[in-house]
Structures are given as C-alpha cells and as structure tokens.
C-alpha cells in the first residue's frame, strides 16, 4: 500500500529530476490529432533499480538510452489519481501539475461523457492552450523547434468538419441506428451487445469444443473481435494468437 510519505518522496524526485507534461501527436493515416498526458522521471542507468520499484508501485514503463533510464506514464486516468495525490507536495513542478490537470478534464469530457468519443474543434483549441502553457515553462521546448504550434493544428483542423458539432450528430445518429436496428450490419448480425442469450450462449460452446474462431465467424455471422467480447463477458480465458490459427 503506498503511503503520503511514499507520495511525498515522488514528489520530491519529480521536483528534482521529472517531467510533468501534455504532449500532441498526428497520426497520419487517419489525419487524427491525440492528446495525452505524461509524467516521466530520468535517472542514470546505475539508479536503474529505483524506476523498477517506482513501475510495481504506480504503474508505467521504464526504459535505457544511452547512460540514462526513464520511468514514464501516459494512461490519463493513472496520472489523475497520481497527481491529485502529489500536488500538495509538488514545489517546482505544481503549477505544472495543475495544468495538466486542466487538459485531462478537457479530455474526460470529450472521450469519457460524449457519445460517440470525439473531440471537437474548441476541444482541441482548448488542449493546444495547454500545451502552449506547459510548453512556455519548460526549458527543452525553449531551444528546439516546434512542430505541432496551436496556429498549426487549427490551419489543419479547420479544413477537416470531423471536428464539426454536425458531424458528431451525424455520428451519434448513424451509431444509435446501428444499436437500435441493426439495419448497416449484413443479414442476421446484429451488435454483439444486443445479441440474444441463446446465440451468445452457442458461440460460448463452440469455442469451449475448441472450433477455430473462423468457423464461429461464419456460421453465427460474428466478426473475431465479437467472439471475444462475448467470450470475456462470459469470463472464459482466451489465448487469441492460438485460437485465430486453429
């Protein structure tokens, strides 16, 4: 069980040698921006060993490059819960914190209480003033070039109405549609969250018989990723790389 006093001592590392920052990324296939938050600490590779404890104990990933090693997170809602515990102990990373805080809210409401997930334009415009503020308190940011400027995401985002109020409805009706009637989906599938208790019941037993999942996508007209929906709300242990080659 972590105590304040094991709160207390991450505050003080991230103080002296942590990152508290939002960082936006553009996936080019889909021409989509992402937001996230992370919280890193960089130490040298003999003090290795302390980033492994801090992982079993938080969470998040460590790596080497070089002579350093790196602990960092990004899961929105890890780094939440952390940070409201840590703010009363941050000094020189605080206000950091606090910012951060402000752009996990904008992301909670975009992608956690909207149907379907989606952010909008003033979304966006809201995270990019985020990062700007974070970016005006970190030094690195000072002496590189950036790529993705506030002025830079709206010239792109603009141009697109994926970022438009009228495409989310457009959205949520055609996804409402789908749920209420089915009508999009080929003859005789439906979602797998209104399927019936006796067909989801017969997808169960014919994986359990140990049909390859192939079979059961064509004779219940399921897709893979249906089967195993079903498959963990019936608790049953899936091993998916031997099952989709049986």
């Excluded at 002296?16 to 600490?41: A, C, M, W």
């Excluded at 970016?135 to 506030?150: D, G």
Aim: net charge positive; glycine share 4%.
């Amino acid at each position: 069980m972590v105590s304040e006093t094991d709160y207390a001592y991450l505050a003080g590392l991230i103080d002296g040698d942590g990152t508290i920052s939002f960082e936006v990324t553009y996936h080019r296939r889909n021409k989509k921006f992402n937001f996230y938050p992370q919280l890193k600490i960089a130490l040298t590779k003999s003090q290795k060993w302390l980033l492994e404890e801090l992982s079993k104990h938080y969470g998040g990933s460590v790596y080497t490059k070089k002579q350093f090693a790196e602990w960092y997170i990004t899961n929105r809602k890890v780094i939440k819960k952390l940070l409201e515990k840590l703010i009363p102990y941050l000094k020189l990373k605080k206000e950091n914190a606090q910012i951060v805080l402000e752009g996990i809210k904008i992301l909670e409401d975009a992608l956690d209480n909207r149907f379907p997930r989606y952010l909008l334009k003033e979304d966006i415009e809201k995270l990019m003033d985020v990062v700007e503020r974070l970016r005006n308190k970190t030094k690195e940011h000072q002496n590189k070039k950036i790529k993705w400027t506030k002025e830079t995401v709206l010239e792109i985002i603009n141009s697109d109405r994926r970022y438009t109020k009228e495409y989310l409805e457009e959205r949520r009706d055609y996804l409402m549609n789908i749920g209420k009637r089915g009508k999009h989906f080929k003859k005789g599938h439906v979602p797998w969250n209104k399927m019936t208790a006796e067909k989801e019941k017969a997808i169960v037993d014919e994986y359990i018989k140990g049909t390859p999942l192939k079979e059961i996508h064509n004779k219940f007209s399921v897709s893979i990723t249906t089967i195993y929906k079903v498959l963990k709300r019936n608790g049953i242990p899936t091993n998916r790389h031997k099952n989709i080659n049986r």
